[in-house]
Nanobody, 121 residues
Framework: VQLQASGGGLVQAGGSLRLSCIASAWTSRSYIRGWFRQAPGKEREFVADINLDGTTTDYANSVKGRFTISRDNGKNTVYLQMDSLKPEDTAVYYC???????????????WGRGTLVTVSS
């Protein structure tokens, strides 16, 4: 499974962006999907994940109430809607696919190359 993330860019604080991550194979609907991010000089961290049919989601406390993860299995795509963006959300955002829900990066077998989100103050 190959993953390709898109939708990053430069936005002012308080603004919104929607990231997309398309998978190369229809079998991606059999995978848990997640988003992670890595800010400059920091470790990569969990952002959100979603189960196979989109009925269960989880978020990092830092984004809860501002970000929404969703998926469209017909399009092999997962989305991350990011609202009320803050400068501290600046990072490279990575999408991932795996077999188990959770924030542990070891749960994910496939990773996209990342898309840069920059939030200016």
């Amino acid at each position: 499974v190959q993953l390709q993330a898109s939708g990053g860019g430069l936005v002012q604080a308080g603004g919104s962006l929607r990231l997309s991550c398309i998978a190369s194979a229809w079998t991606s609907r059999s995978y848990i999907r997640g988003w992670f991010r890595q800010a400059p000089g920091k470790e990569r961290e969990f952002v959100a994940d979603i189960n196979l049919d989109g009925t269960t989601t989880d978020y990092a406390n830092s984004v809860k109430g501002r970000f929404t993860i969703s998926r469209d299995n017909g399009k092999n795509t997962v989305y991350l809607q990011m609202d009320s963006l803050k400068p501290e959300d600046t990072a490279v955002y990575y999408c991932a696919a795996g077999r188990y829900l959770g924030s542990d990066q070891q749960n994910y077998d496939y990773w996209g190359r990342g898309t840069l989100v920059t939030v200016s103050s």
